[in-house]
């Protein structure tokens, strides 16, 4: 069974067809990237996944949740699945460590010392030992980017999502990000991650989706992806931003 | 009469303090704390999304807000004791005096001001940081109590404060239901002795440097509690 499973799910905002059509799945361990050109609905995607966007029709099950099921408990879905956001959206009134603190004692139901001693091995682990009381403000977008990516997997995630973590950084703060992510992967997080880094895909992905226009037009394995991809959009797609 | 009295400046100091303005900063400290609060509520109503919740609250400011203060006061002194009274079944008109009419007026009333200064605040947050609330598994009352409004409070504690120097000097309004405030007892004493030179130079430095040494707070916090980005 698979750990994500997005089935024939559409959305619109009034005449405008945000999603068509779209499914995929992503099992246990798998690193699935979304790319796509800008527009192309690859951030309302990967919202649908943790209920953070509604959809009208289709169904999104994860970990055996329906998310079109109307008495499913959203926010105890999302606290089992961690996302990571373009512009970081760590908390600027909290200290690092608060940030990585309130939701494990807040929704986890975690003492502070136990949060605590969670949050100060994540900000090891992401590199940023020494950032604990400092706010937000003071990082770099490096830096926040990884305490936010630690702030997510504090919850002890079975899954996490990635919304073009590393468009909004400096561009020679994007491999410390992408090192984390790297490392993660490693590790057999399950991770859909959206973003036009190749060199991420072609390291860690093990599936390559395409969007265009609200649709998934290609879905296949890196391999394939990368080889011969046959759409032809995709390959355009795939022509220009390798250029760069 | 003579010159400058100051003796009867000092003679009145008890009345004046201990009457006058401890009135005063007591209606203004209740009616702040209970606007802020009620504001806070009609904001969050007003930004529900939900259609009855906020055309409510915004009933309640544009209301509130196109009405003269005056009126307001005087209105609900001769209207409390009834509405109390339906509000409990009671068959006559309950007490509620002066005293708890003004504060239940002047909360009520500021409340349509704060709700619009804490309309703005909320506003100025970014969506996506209750957004990433959301993700990490908050409710929508922990993602408002812990990261949208204390961030939105602190954006706004100067204007919050601003209005709380208007109000500290709105509330001398409330010699028209004949109480006394520090500005009615100032009054008292011009029209008794004769000295109303003195008392209303008097009255008018004691508001300034009141609202001066407010408006003196609100730089000072303003610098302090900003929130950096
Ligand atoms: N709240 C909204 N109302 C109307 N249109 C929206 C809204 N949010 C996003 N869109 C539109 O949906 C499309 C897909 O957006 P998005 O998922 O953010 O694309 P991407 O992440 O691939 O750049 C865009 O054309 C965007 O303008
Ligand atoms: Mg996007």
Known sequence: MPMIEIKDVSKAYGAFQVLRHCTTSVDKGEVVVVCGPSGSGKSTLIKTVNGLEPFQTGNIIVDGVSLADKATDLPKLRARVGMVFQNFELFPHLSIVDNLCLAQQKVLGRDRPAAEAKAHALLARVGLPEQADKFPGQLSGGQQQRVAIARALAMDPIAMLFDEPTSALDPEMVSEVLDVMVALAKEGMTMMVVTHEMGFARKVADRVIFMDKGEIVEDAKKADFFGNTRNPRAQAFLSKILQH | ?229
């Open chain 2, 1 to 229: 009469m003579g010159g400058f009295d100051f003796d009867v400046i000092q003679r009145s100091l008890p009345y004046l303090f201990y009457e006058g303005m401890a009135f005063t900063l007591q209606l203004t400290l209740i009616a702040t704390l209970g606007g802020v609060a009620l504001g806070t509520v009609l904001a969050l109503m007003r930004l529900s999304g939900q259609g009855a919740l906020a055309g409510f609250a915004n009933a309640y400011t544009t209301l509130f807000r196109s009405l003269p203060l005056v009126l307001v006061i005087f209105w609900c002194y001769f209207l409390l004791p009834y509405i109390g009274a339906w509000l409990t079944g009671a068959d006559r008109p309950i007490k509620v005096g002066a005293f708890n009419s003004t504060v239940i007026t002047f909360t009520l009333f500021e409340a349509a001001f704060f709700a619009e200064i804490m309309r703005a605040g909320i506003q100025s947050i970014p969506r996506g940081q209750a957004a990433a609330g959301y993700a990490l598994g908050l409710t929508y009352s922990q993602v408002m109590g812990r990261i949208v409004l204390p961030q939105a409070f602190r954006n706004m504690l100067p204007v919050l404060l601003t209005q709380t120097i208007v109000l500290f000097q709105d509330t001398s309004l409330v010699y028209v239901i004949s109480l006394t405030d520090f500005l009615g007892a100032a009054s008292k004493i011009a029209q008794r002795d004769g000295r109303l030179v003195e008392m209303y130079v008097f009255a008018a430095l004691v508001y300034f440097v009141i609202s001066f040494a407010l408006s003196q707070l609100v730089r000072t916090l303003q610098a302090r509690f900003a929130v950096k980005r």
